[in-house]
């Protein structure tokens, strides 16, 4: 089992591990046990923790519940596996899920790829293979377990945030990850469709007239009642915060909107793609 690298020109996050670090340590020197001890009790090498203690790697939730019981921390230490969750993902990432654990509205349009708080993780993988020069291994694990956290926004029970996706025709019919994780995708989208708080437009290839030609976006609806944008393309990830570049963004969206299938029929197109009747 692999940990993950910390990244340590990350300030936010190396906050967050030097206190972990600190409390890991702690509680092993008062129980008066050794590295090698310590990792022998928990099942893991010796390397693994000095690494951990060193904070060059970031412990999942598993070596944290290990090492809360036996070091008798009564949940003292399995408390900090929601903190170092976050840390372990990326600083963009974590931004973006903050936005969107404000927002009570997220709309989305995307004609590059499924929309990640719409992916399955087998898609997402492909999406993250896909990229070049490649990530390494503990870092594609480390982008896809950020992707699919953000996810639990969707919420149903709750009804919010009320979310809106539009998809570009091209991005059904890219097939990432081959036949199969595609059509998973698809019937992924018709679960998540029949959601509440789900709305899910197509933008066909056929129309003569699309206003997302300039690429993907977002527009989040704040609970403080402001307006923010979002925008991702190569190698830059950027909030956007401007009024009057927010405002082009939300007319711009608007106008995608009307341009689209309605989701009754982008429900029938992604059927249809599916071969059901």
């Not at 509680?27 to 046990?33: I, Q, V």
């Not at 349009?109 to 070049?132: H, M, P, W």
């Not at 998973?184 to 997302?212: C, K």
Request: charged letters at 30%; glycine letters at 6%.
């Amino acid at each position: 089992m692999h940990e993950w690298n910390a990244d340590t020109e990350d300030d936010e996050s190396g906050a967050v591990m030097r206190t972990v670090v600190r409390q890991l340590k702690m509680w092993r020197e008062a129980a008066g046990m050794t590295q090698p001890e310590f990792a022998e009790a928990i099942g893991y090498g010796h390397e693994l923790v000095s690494s951990v203690e060193r904070g060059r790697r970031i412990p999942r939730p598993e070596y944290l519940d290990a090492a809360d019981q036996v070091l008798d921390a009564g949940g003292k230490i399995s408390a900090m596996k929601e903190d170092v969750a976050e840390a372990r993902y990326p600083k963009k990432v974590r931004d973006v899920k903050q936005l969107e654990a404000e927002a009570v509205e997220i709309c989305s349009y995307n004609n590059s790829v499924i929309d990640g708080l719409l992916q399955t993780k087998e898609y997402a993988e492909a999406v993250f293979n896909s990229r070049r020069p490649p990530f390494a291994r503990e870092e594609l694990e480390q982008q896809v377990a950020a992707r699919l956290a953000r996810q639990s926004i969707i919420d149903d029970s709750t009804a919010l945030p009320v979310l809106s996706f539009v998809q570009c025709e091209s991005t059904l019919r890219r097939p990432y990850g081959g036949r199969m994780v595609m059509r998973a995708q698809l019937e992924r989208l018709l679960q998540l469709s029949q959601l509440r708080n789900v709305d899910l437009q197509i933008m066909p290839l056929e129309r003569e007239a699309n206003a997302g030609v300039d690429g993907p976006f977002r527009v989040l609806r704040l609970q403080d009642g402001s307006t923010t944008g979002y925008n991702e393309v190569q190698l830059i990830s950027r909030a956007i915060a401007e009024p009057k570049l927010v405002q082009i963004l939300d007319i711009r969206y608007g106008t995608i909107r009307s341009q689209a299938l309605n989701p009754q029929e982008s429900l029938a197109f992604i059927k249809k793609l599916l071969g059901d009747p």
